[in-house]
Nanobody, 125 residues
Framework: QVQLVESGGGLVQAGGSLRLSCAAS????????MGWFRQVPGKERNFVAA????????FYADSVEGRFTIDRDNAKNTVYLQMNSLKPEDTAVYYC??????????????????WGQGTRVTVSL
């Protein structure tokens, strides 16, 4: 089991920045690939970004490429999502997720094994 707890969400104006954190506990964090997803009410949970277990490879959804950065600190059992140049359409609940084994970059939400409870991000005009 891996337990995940997101934090760092909030209200920000368009053009601003937020840094989300996802703290992991339980089974070895460093063995898992990690991903960030987001969801708005009434819609599917969509892929945002993923990172391999050693942080060597990352992948982003087209909608956030160049604005968001995923990284991780295995010594702190934490994965981050730095979000810059935020737009109102980035408003959503953001979830982190863990996938084993950690050498794959996974974009499909159904493939992930563990999920956090989410943190809300609201971007105002």
């Amino acid at each position: 089991q891996v337990q995940l707890v997101e934090s760092g969400g909030g209200l920000v104006q368009a053009g601003g920045s937020l840094r989300l954190s996802c703290a992991a506990s339980g089974r070895s964090f460093s063995d898992h690939s990690m991903g960030w997803f987001r969801q708005v009410p009434g819609k599917e949970r969509n892929f945002v970004a993923a990172i391999t277990s050693n942080g060597g490879r990352t992948f982003y959804a087209d909608s956030v490429e160049g604005r968001f950065t995923i990284d991780r600190d295995n010594a702190k059992n934490t994965v981050y999502l730095q979000m810059n140049s935020l737009k109102p359409e980035d408003t959503a609940v953001y979830y982190c997720a863990a996938y084993f084994p950690g050498h794959r970059l996974v974009t499909g939400r159904l493939e992930y094994d563990y999920w956090g409870q989410g943190t809300r991000v609201t971007v105002s005009l």
